[in-house]
């Protein structure tokens, strides 16, 4: 499995938009299991709590710099792992995502008849 920054690069994902491919990572995040989840959160938490112990020890403007480090730099960090976890539920939903599209189109379609 290939590594990716941004959900864009992700070959199953390029016919998306910005929108959808949020929704479907959402998804995708929703499907994994709970020791993956608690994996990716642990993750998030350790980064997180590393870069708040080195903001707390500074004073005044000296830590305006590692602030805008930490809002550049941390996407950049947690992006790629959640991508490269949800990879293997993408397929699935792909497929979860277009039958909820599909049944939503439906529906709408559905009301605009009864009108």
């Known amino acids: 499995m290939a590594l990716y920054f941004s959900s864009s690069q992700v070959p199953a994902l390029q016919k998306y938009s ?3 491919r949020i929704q479907i990572l959402a998804i995708a995040i929703s499907l994994l299991s709970v020791p993956q989840k608690l994996l990716l959160n642990i993750a998030k938490l350790i980064i ?8 707390a020890k500074l004073q005044g403007w000296t830590m305006l710099l590692p602030m805008v480090a930490i809002v550049v730099t ?3 960090v947690i992006n790629p792992m959640m991508l490269f976890m949800a990879q293997k ?5 792909i497929e979860k995502y277009e039958h909820e599209a599909a049944k939503q189109a439906e529906d709408e379609s559905e009301q605009n008849t009864e009108k």
């Open 74 to 76: 941390y996407p950049l």
């Open 89 to 93: 539920n993408l397929k699935r939903a």
């Open 18 to 20: 910005f929108s959808n």
């Open 48 to 55: 997180l709590t590393a870069l708040f112990f080195i903001v």
